[in-house]
């Protein structure tokens, strides 16, 4: 087996030596291995140690006795703490796929009552559950908080960033590890970030190109099945040499983003438009009062009048005919459009016009 690994590992750097880097990309890039994977971790715990930023909500008193009612200390019955320096928190994380008991990870503290602040605080130890319900991991210790907040008597107050969320750098350590299909069968599913019946493709025929005929095999738009050793050790070198290979993917469909409330407009390459005549132009009308006071003569009975007199100016743009010839590119619209001195609202317009008219070779996404 080591040698047919060593024949692969060369087969592949044959095969990726000749295929251009400037339009290929990783298999790594392009999918991911099914059942590889993060899962994401919450907790509720207590913060300490804050200069009387923290909270005045119940449910933080309460915490704070049912914590040291564990601990042995007991309160007498209706007596609220009241501790200025203990603010209650939400914690979130992500335990990564294979992650063993006794390595660690980062957590997020942020506050769920009304602190003003938790810089300088120290989170206790607390229990990270996931969607299981299960302890997957215990976080403790001091956050660094990137935020500032202050206040003066007289009710100004600065805050810059947000002090009411903090990070603990490696400040959960992993108490059980997450089960992964990885290891359980006798093959491997990459699943491409993007949906392509084109990639998949392609994706199953460099990998049998290198490994063998039916080595891989698309299920559909998004998973290739690829036909892997069941031993967990070889498994791991050949999912290392599979990711590693070169493809070529597709190029995205015909595609115009618009974005209706900052007015940004994108248009990949692939957009085309069939012949068609483009009309863009404005009136500018201006009407300008001038009224004329008619005034009787000396000693007769008539009465001043004032005659209303309306001046309509109308200007209309000039040089806003365009013409689009079949199969017209990306870089020839927007010069177009540009040449016409055409706003982001009017390339919309514009676009809009087309594609109702039968003429835009491209799906119209507005957001």
């Known amino acids: 087996m080591k040698t047919l690994l060593k024949q692969l ?8 030596a000749g295929v251009d880097s400037a339009y290929a990309e990783r298999i790594k890039d392009l999918a991911s291995i099914e059942g590889v994977r993060t899962n994401q ?6 913060v300490t140690g804050l200069d009387k930023s923290g909270d005045k909500t119940l449910f933080t008193g309460q915490s704070l006795r049912s914590m040291l009612a564990r601990l042995g200390v007991t309160f007498p019955p209706g007596v ?6 203990i603010a209650a928190v939400a914690i ?8 063993k008991p006794g390595q660690q990870i980062d957590v997020t503290v942020s506050s769920i009552g009304d602190a003003k602040s938790l810089r300088g605080g120290t ?18 210790g001091s956050l660094v908080v990137s935020g500032l907040s202050a206040s003066g008597q007289d009710g100004s107050s600065v805050t810059v960033n947000n002090p009411s969320v903090g990070r603990i750098p490696n400040g959960a350590t992993v108490e059980r590890s997450v089960n992964a299909p990885f290891s359980e069968s006798n093959f491997l599913t990459f699943n491409l970030h993007a949906s392509d019946f084109t990639t998949a493709s392609r994706v199953a025929e460099s990998i049998n190109k290198v490994l063998g005929p039916n080595t891989a095999k698309p299920l559909d738009a998004t998973s290739i099945k690829v ?28 595609r115009i983003i618009v974005n209706s409330r900052t007015g940004t407009v994108v248009i990949n390459s692939k957009v085309r438009v069939q012949p068609a005549a483009v009309s863009h132009g404005s009136l500018t009308v201006t009407i300008s009062e001038n009224p004329q006071v008619s005034q009787p003569n000396a000693f007769s009975d008539g009465k001043t009048v004032v005659t209303p007199s309306s001046d309509v100016k109308v200007e209309e743009e000039k040089n806003h005919m365009f013409v689009f010839n079949p199969g017209v ?6 010069k177009a459009v540009n040449n016409v001195g055409a706003a982001p609202s009017d390339l919309v317009a514009i676009l809009e016009a087309l594609k109702s008219a039968g003429a835009l070779r491209a799906e119209l996404i507005v957001i």
């Open 123 to 140: 989170l206790l130890m607390s229990p990270l559950k996931g969607a299981d319900g299960q302890v997957y991991a215990i976080a403790q």
């Open 41 to 46: 971790l919450v907790g509720y715990g207590l």
């Open 227 to 254: 036909n892997a050793p069941v031993d967990p050790g070889q498994k791991v070198i050949f999912a290392s040499m599979v990711e590693n290979m070169d493809v070529s993917p597709d190029d995205a469909p015909a």
């Open 92 to 99: 979130q994380a992500e335990i990564p796929a294979f992650a």
């Open 329 to 334: 590119s990306l870089d020839q619209i927007v």
């Open 80 to 85: 609220d703490p009241k501790a200025k320096n």
């Open 9 to 16: 590992g060369w087969l592949v750097l044959v095969v990726t």
